[in-house]
Nanobody, 118 residues
Framework: QVQLVESGGGLVQAGGSLRLSCAASGRTFSDCTITWFRQAPGKERELVAG???????NYADSVLGRFTISRDNAKNTVYLQMNSLKPEDTAVYYCAARLRGRAKYEYWGQGTQVTVSS
């Protein structure tokens, strides 16, 4: 079992920044791929950025160059630094964990709302 808790969401003006945190507990954190997803009203959930257990990172094209994912294995936490925010970044942001060797994201946080005003 892995428990995930997101924090750091809020309301920000366009061009501003926020840092989201995903704190994990319950399992060997370093063996997990942790990925941030987001879902806006009326839209499908989409991948934002991922941090692999091997150290790999990946980003959606829409956030490349603006968002940075990082992880601190000592603190069992993954961060998403979001800069140059746009109104279209408004969504509920979720972090999810996929165990090493597994194909699916089995563990999800409760989500944190990010609202970017124009």
């Amino acid at each position: 079992q892995v428990q995930l808790v997101e924090s750091g969401g809020g309301l920000v003006q366009a061009g501003g920044s926020l840092r989201l945190s995903c704190a994990a507990s319950g399992r060997t954190f370093s063996d997990c791929t942790i990925t941030w997803f987001r879902q806006a009203p009326g839209k499908e959930r989409e991948l934002v950025a991922g941090s692999g257990w091997s150290g790999s990172m990946n980003y959606a094209d829409s956030v490349l160059g603006r968002f940075t994912i990082s992880r601190d294995n000592a603190k069992n936490t993954v961060y998403l630094q979001m800069n140059s925010l746009k109104p279209e970044d408004t969504a509920v942001y979720y972090c999810a964990a996929r165990l090493r060797g597994r194909a699916k994201y089995e563990y999800w946080g409760q989500g944190t709302q990010v609202t970017v005003s124009s």
